[in-house]
Nanobody, 116 residues
Framework: QVQLVESGGGLVQPGGSLRLSCAAS????????MGWYRQAPGQRRELVAS???????NYADSVKGRFTISRDNAKNTVIVLMNSLKPEDTAVYYC??????????WGQGTQVTVSS
């Protein structure tokens, strides 16, 4: 059973930084894609950043230049470093991971609040 466990959320002031980490367990297979979505109250879940097993990255326009995603295939871990955080980055952040011929796996979510 694949499980994704997130860590690193919290409260930060505008302009601050946070590092979110997501560790996958229950498989030794390499995920095709891993990354992060977020959902703010009353909003749709949106893709924040993703990274393939070949380390090709994709970012939402709203976070380009501020967020950096990376992964460790050997540890099945994905990390996003979030800099210059803004109040509009406030949301629940969800880690996801994709394996071939399997449904998408999701983490439980971690709250990120950007406020003074």
């Amino acid at each position: 059973q694949v499980q994704l466990v997130e860590s690193g959320g919290g409260l930060v002031q505008p302009g601050g930084s946070l590092r979110l980490s997501c560790a996958a367990s229950g498989t030794t297979r390499i995920f095709n894609s891993m990354g992060w979505y977020r959902q703010a109250p009353g909003q749709r879940r949106e893709l924040v950043a993703s990274i393939t097993s070949g380390r090709r990255t994709n970012y939402a326009d709203s976070v380009k230049g501020r967020f950096t995603i990376s992964r460790d295939n050997a540890k099945n871990t994905v990390i996003v470093l979030m800099n210059s955080l803004k109040p509009e980055d406030t949301a629940v952040y969800y880690c996801y991971a994709d394996l071939p011929y399997s449904p998408t796996y999701w983490g439980q979510g971690t709250q990120v609040t950007v406020s003074s």
